[in-house]
Antibody, heavy 119, light 107 residues
Framework: QVQLVESGGGLVKPGGSLRLSCAVS????????MNWIRQAPGKGLEWISI????????NYADSVKGRFTISRDNAKNSLFLQMNSLRAEDTAVYYC????????????WGQGALVAVSS | DIQMTQSPSALSASVGDRVSITCRAS??????LAWYQHKPGKAPNLLIY???SLESGAPSRFSGSGSGTEFTLTISSLQPDDFATYYC?????????FGQGTKVEIK
């Protein structure tokens, strides 16, 4: 059974940092590209980052480029998102999602972690 | 970046109705389009990939069609469990994007 479980969300002040984690089970984690996608309150889904299966290639949406860093630990079946210089507009539910063996659709999703940026 | 435009943004329908949602892309997607169902507080659920392939476990009342820049998600007979928001998503470039969503509500 495929499971993706996000953790690390919470309330942070503008300019602060937060690190999200996604623990994965039920498939060969190291075989798949992984993604972070978010949904701000009352808004639609926004893809923000992808990392290749071996971790060597990453890509970011313009809205987070230079502030967020995606990484993974294949030995621990874990995906991470380091978020720095947080802004109010980063307030959202953050989902980790499994892609394919390349840039692809999002086959499996976690339940999401809420990040709130407010003073 | 490729822009995705869904229509309508919301619709009201009754159980048993046939419902169609359209997604238009700003450039050709070569069939690299997916559809998701999303309910509040839950993870989005993949319904359709490669424009018309039904995801394993998704009900057969859902179908996808289209090519090039125009795609359609059809629910053949709306069921109570189908009231949700639906999103299209392209994956034809390094920057995947979603449509703005279509909220399907009970009439």
């Amino acid at each position: 059974q495929v499971q993706l479980v996000e953790s690390g969300g919470g309330l942070v002040k503008p300019g602060g940092s937060l690190r999200l984690s996604c623990a994965v089970s039920g498939f060969d984690f190291g075989d798949y590209f992984m993604n972070w996608i978010r949904q701000a309150p009352g808004k639609g889904l926004e893809w923000i980052s992808i990392i290749s299966d071996n971790g060597l290639h990453t890509n970011y949406a313009d809205s987070v480029k230079g502030r967020f860093t995606i990484s993974r630990d294949n030995a621990k079946n874990s995906l991470f998102l380091q978020m720095n210089s947080l802004r109010a507009e980063d307030t959202a539910v953050y989902y980790c999602a499994r892609g394919g063996h390349d840039y692809s659709y999002f086959h499996y999703w976690g339940q999401g972690a809420l990040v709130a940026v407010s003073s | 970046d490729i822009q995705m435009t869904q229509s309508p943004s919301a619709l009201s329908a009754s159980v048993g109705d046939r419902v169609s949602i359209t997604c238009r892309a700003s450039q050709s997607l070569s069939g690299r389009l997916a559809w998701y169902q999303h309910k509040p507080g839950k993870a989005p659920n993949l319904l359709i990939y490669k424009a018309s392939s039904l995801e394993s476990g998704a009900p057969s009342r859902f179908s996808g069609s289209g090519s090039g820049t125009e795609f359609t998600l059809t629910i053949s007979s709306l069921q109570p469990d189908d009231f949700a928001t639906y999103y299209c998503q392209h994956y034809s470039t390094l920057f995947p994007t979603f449509g703005q969503g279509t909220k399907v509500e009970i009439k």
